[in-house]
Structure formats: structure tokens, C-alpha cells
């Protein structure tokens, strides 16, 4: 009796204990609950730390090809200077221009077809200085006319902003049935419109 008694006396006081001074336990729907959140949770984590892998490789796969195109922009970046080198020796080495104008019309060529006019000049400055020269190029062509005979026309002017050298290629319209037999290059500063260079040049 005395054994059951204190067997009783322990069960009692350990309810009391977990009703009074315990957290409540938990019922079989919210410990279902909370393992079902658990459950979701986990398999969040799950998907995150999946994507998280697959932005590293992008990362990894976008770090590689910014380190292959410095090194191909540090070598286009090379090939540049080096042909700016070898354009300043060939230019160098073509004839003076005979006028000897603040801007050298040091070669030109020009050529005539369906229309249009071919122009391909290479121009130099002695004295470049620190800022890039505001110019543009007048070509006035003379030739023969299939409606006035002889006949000199202007052309578009064409802009430029020169530095130590400048290679102006391209092609302008010509006036229907007019063929030109020589062309005369300007270069004009294009704020004050003063004559910088000037040349008389043939048809080939």
C-alpha cells in the first residue's frame, strides 16, 4: 500500500509539474503540423542550395569569358597601336604636298563610277597639338557636262575631326551625265571656314 501510494504521489506530482511549470505538450495535429513544416522547409532549403550551385557555375562560366575577352581586347588594343605605327611610317614616307599648308594633302585618289565619285586622301598636320582639329574636306570636280559641256560642280562637304593623320575615304554622288576629269581638294576649318589645304589633282 505504502509502494502504491508512492507510486501515486510521483505520477501527480509529475502532472503537476508538466501543467504548471512545463510548456504545454503538444497535440498530435500541431506535432503533425509543425513536422509537415519542417518537411517543407527542408526541401526549401533543398531548392535554394541547388540554385545557389547552378549561380556559382554561371558566375564561374561568366568570370572565364571576361578574362578571355580582356585578353583579346588587350590584344586588339595591340594590333591597333601597332598599325597605327605602321600607318605613321607609310604616311611619312609618301611625297610632301606642294602647297604646304597647315593641313598636307600628302596623296589622294579618285575614280569615277555609276554615279558616283571615289575619294580616298590622306592628310597630315605638322603641328597636331593637344586638341583634335575641327575640319572638313570640299572637293570641287571639273569635268564635261552632257547637258552644258564644260561644268565645275562642289560636292558635299565631308566632316572630320583630324589629329596627327587622317585617312578620308567614301564616295559622293555625282550629277547625272557629268563626267569629272579633275578634282580640287580644300580642307577648311569648319568654325572660322579658313583654308587650312589645297590641291589640284587628275582623274586616273
Not at 581586347?73 to 605605327?85: E, Y
Not at 559641256?149 to 572630320?160: E, T, Y
Amino acid at each position: 500500500m505504502w509502494s502504491l501510494a508512492g507510486l501515486l504521489a510521483g505520477a501527480g506530482g509529475l502532472l503537476y509539474v508538466q501543467e504548471r511549470h512545463l510548456p504545454k505538450r503538444l497535440s498530435a495535429e500541431a506535432s503533425a503540423r509543425i513536422n509537415h513544416d519542417f518537411v517543407q522547409a527542408d526541401a526549401e532549403r533543398s531548392r535554394l542550395a541547388a540554385e545557389l550551385a547552378v549561380v556559382g557555375q554561371r558566375r564561374a562560366a561568366l568570370q572565364l569569358e571576361k578574362e578571355g575577352l580582356d585578353r583579346e581586347l588587350a590584344a586588339s588594343r595591340a594590333t591597333v597601336q601597332q598599325l597605327q605605327g605602321d600607318l605613321a611610317s607609310v604616311v611619312e614616307s609618301l611625297p610632301a604636298d606642294p602647297r604646304k599648308g597647315l593641313v598636307e594633302i600628302r596623296a589622294a585618289r579618285f575614280a569615277s563610277k555609276a554615279g558616283l565619285l571615289d575619294y580616298h586622301l590622306v592628310l597630315t598636320r605638322e603641328s597636331a597639338g593637344a586638341r583634335p582639329l575641327m575640319a572638313s574636306v570640299q572637293l570641287r570636280v571639273t569635268g564635261d557636262s552632257s547637258q552644258r559641256g564644260d561644268a565645275s560642280v562642289s560636292l558635299k562637304p565631308i566632316a572630320l575631326t583630324m589629329g596627327r593623320q587622317q585617312v578620308v575615304r567614301g564616295s559622293l554622288p555625282l550629277p547625272e551625265g557629268f563626267r569629272p576629269r579633275q578634282t580640287t581638294v580644300q580642307v577648311l576649318d569648319r568654325g572660322a571656314g579658313l583654308v587650312l589645304g589645297m590641291r589640284i589633282l587628275e582623274l586616273r
